[in-house]
């Protein structure tokens, strides 16, 4: 049972690059989610989904774009990297009910140059 | 929107002693969950309890436990007995019961220091 699993683990960019951080979770959870962890702000979500083909943002979605093809994939795309952009990403999913605590990925530590 | 504090970033315990630490949120809603993660340095995110607010009997698992004051906002936790491997961030976060709120809204963090 492999849970969540976020590819790569870290990665260097330079600033207008483009990438995308891949998620995969093999639990059939619902609900999946992209966070980003900066020092001292905690975890800020930028981006969700409650189901294939359904996503919305979150608190802090500029600058990042996400697609819901399949219940098991929920991949985070960085447009044109910019400094700012520098963080620890975590993919995190649950079943869709509220008491049920998500799990989360090993984190993607992602640096723009 | 909800807002979580933690307004210890750092505290710091012996082993075998007992450390709390605090954790305090703003909401107009009546049922909710709240949570505690730990951080390691190895960075994953590791659920340590979780409590419903419709329950009053605070919640424990094993040597961790919480104070849960519904009308102060409050959501502590207490670590019994600390061991050095429960060194880390710790997280305090709060999710909705609504159907679109799956996400969860955490607080800053407290570094916590295991001192021998």
């Known amino acids: 049972n492999a849970g969540v699993t976020q590819t790569p683990k870290f990665q260097v960019l330079k600033t207008g690059q483009s990438m995308t951080l891949q998620c995969a979770q093999d639990?059939?959870?619902?609900?999946m989610s992209w966070y980003r962890q900066d020092p001292g702000m905690g975890l800020r979500l930028i981006h969700y989904?409650?189901?294939?083909?359904?996503?919305d943002q979150g608190e802090v979605p500029n600058g990042y774009n996400v697609s819901r093809s399949t219940t098991e994939d929920f991949p985070l795309r960085l447009l044109s990297a910019a400094p700012s952009q520098t963080s620890v990403y975590f993919c995190?999913?649950?079943?869709?009910?509220?008491?049920?605590?998500?799990?989360f990925g090993d984190g993607t530590r992602l640096s723009i140059l | 929107a909800q807002t979580v504090t933690q307004s210890q970033p750092e505290m710091s315990v012996q082993e075998a002693e007992t450390v709390t630490l605090s954790c305090t949120y703003d909401?107009?809603?009546?049922?909710?969950?709240l949570f505690w993660y730990k951080q390691p340095p190895s960075r994953q995110m590791i659920l340590v309890i979780r409590?419903?607010?419709?329950?009053?009997q605070n919640a424990t698992e094993n040597r961790f436990s919480v104070n849960f004051q519904k009308a102060a906002k409050s959501f502590s936790l207490k670590i019994s007995d600390s061991q050095l491997g429960d060194a880390a961030m710790y997280f305090c976060?709060?999710?909705?019961?609504?159907?679109?709120?799956?996400?969860?809204?955490f607080g800053k963090g407290t570094s916590l220091l295991v001192t021998p």
């Open positions: 995190a999913s649950s079943l869709s009910l509220s008491n049920q605590p998500q799990h």
């Open positions: 639990m059939n959870h619902e609900y």
């Open positions: 989904s409650v189901g294939a083909g359904i996503t």
């Open positions: 909401t107009s809603e009546s049922d909710y969950y």
């Open positions: 409590q419903e607010a419709y329950k009053q």
């Open positions: 976060a709060y999710r909705t019961t609504s159907n679109s709120g799956y996400a969860l809204n």
